[in-house]
């Protein structure tokens, strides 16, 4: 993405990108996917003529999911500190363009958070301490992207992902010391399981698990709301949702590392770089006649993607929800699909307009809380 891109120019390429892959979940994959890798000039353009025809031909600019869309948060910039800035831009450095992601890398070496480091190493001399930080970067995030990584995550065509995602764990949880990457895994399916019965509380809604629900990493969720909307806020409220919670590899910490100075919190385990602790909220799922979530159909009949109509992203209701999950320390995600991007850390939301530059992420997003909204 351009470095020089207009707030206006970013709004339109967010709120379409969205809009587009919401609109064709079902209907056109393939063309989904093939756009989402051309260059953002092309991309933009084609998927904005696309939204446009189908917007005359269907009648949907009227439809209260797209009008509720289609409503971008407010944003400003961010007070913090060059070192500051540099520390948020690391932890959604994926949402980079791939060159960037590298001078992000670099830069977070030279941060106050990184000298505290060296500092209370006092049994390491200051190079082999620099070392040490450079070589975990280096084997732990990557100057390129892995396989997990692409795995988990759609590549745009300048390199970056379209969401990232990650968990980062004490030693313990719920009372028991977790032993080894599977426990990790189940763990950061459990707490994101904690973070949306919340979220379900607040609404009044009832939370449901119908896929990988014993101790499982990956879970599928359905979420009946209340008939009565409780807030004039959520210009679209559909009778029900369907989350999908997917956890990637994880891997323990070294007890030397950075990450802790750089969250602020002690951590053993951590999933994946890249995206490898995702969210997904969708909206209005297709059942059976039992009452059963419906599945895409795949070549192994395996059930992966439930059938349903929107994303919820961006949507009033779909930012509050995502908004209360990440409320929560141990837990990231980003995204370029909304208008600025967004970055949830440390319980803050984050903002950027472009994604050439190494202080990117610069402005702050008023995304509001379920209880602000509701209470």
């Known amino acids: 993405m351009d470095t020089a891109t207009r707030p206006d120019e970013q709004s339109i390429k967010g709120r379409t990108n969205g809009i587009f ?4 979940k079902n209907s056109s994959p ?20 696309i939204l446009s025809l189908v917007t005359l031909m269907t009648g949907c600019a009227s439809s ?9 948060p407010d944003y400003k910039d961010a007070e913090m500190t060059d070192d500051q800035l540099t520390r948020v831009a690391f932890f959604g450095r994926y949402l980079a ?16 958070y990184v000298r505290q480091w060296t500092t209370a190493e006092e049994s390491t001399n200051a ?52 032993m080894n990457a ?13 973070r949306l019965q919340k979220a379900s509380d607040l609404l009044g809604a009832e939370l449901t698990c119908v896929q990988g629900c014993d101790e499982r990493s990956d879970s599928v969720f359905t979420m009946q709301l209340p008939v009565q909307n409780p807030s004039s806020k959520f210009i679209y409220w559909p009778s029900n949702l369907v989350i999908t919670v997917d956890v990637g590899g994880a891997t323990e910490v070294d007890p030397d590392s ?37 599945y895409e159909p795949n070549p192994g009949n395996r059930k992966i993607d439930p059938m349903v109509k929107y994303k919820m992203e961006g949507t009033a209701l779909g930012s509050a929800i ?12 980003g995204t370029q699909e909304e208008a600025p991007g967004i970055l949830f850390l440390n319980g803050e939301v984050y903002g950027f307009v472009g994604n050439g530059r190494a202080d990117f992420i610069r402005y702050k997003v008023d995304i509001p809380s379920l209880e602000s909204l509701i209470n």
């Not at 599977?182 to 399916?189: D, G, V």
């Not at 995502?322 to 995600?333: A, G, K, P, Q």
Request: glycine share 8%; aromatic share 8%.
């Open 127 to 178: 190079s082999m301490a620099g070392d040490a930080i450079a070589g975990e970067i280096s084997s732990d995030l990557g100057l390129t992207l892995g396989v997990t990584t692409m795995m988990l995550g759609i590549l745009s065509g300048d390199g970056s992902l379209e969401y990232v995602s990650q968990a980062f764990l004490p030693a313990e949880w719920n009372g028991k010391t977790i």
């Open 182 to 194: 599977k426990e990790a895994k189940i763990a950061t399916n459990a707490l994101i399981r904690g």
């Open 258 to 294: 950075v990450l802790p100075q750089l969250l602020g919190f002690p951590v053993a385990w951590k999933t994946v770089p890249g995206n490898s602790a995702e969210i997904r909220i969708y909206s209005e799922g297709e059942y059976t006649a039992e009452g059963e979530l419906k």
């Open 64 to 72: 209260p999911w797209l009008k509720d869309a289609l409503n971008n």
């Open 21 to 24: 892959s919401s609109l064709f």
């Open 322 to 333: 995502m908004r209360t999950i990440y409320d929560e320390e141990r837990l990231v995600w």
């Open 97 to 112: 363009e791939e060159n960037t992601r590298a001078e992000i890398e670099s830069a977070i070496l030279k941060t106050e």
């Open 30 to 49: 393939p063309l989904l996917r093939i756009t989402l890798l051309m260059s953002y000039p092309l991309r933009l353009c084609i998927q904005f003529a």
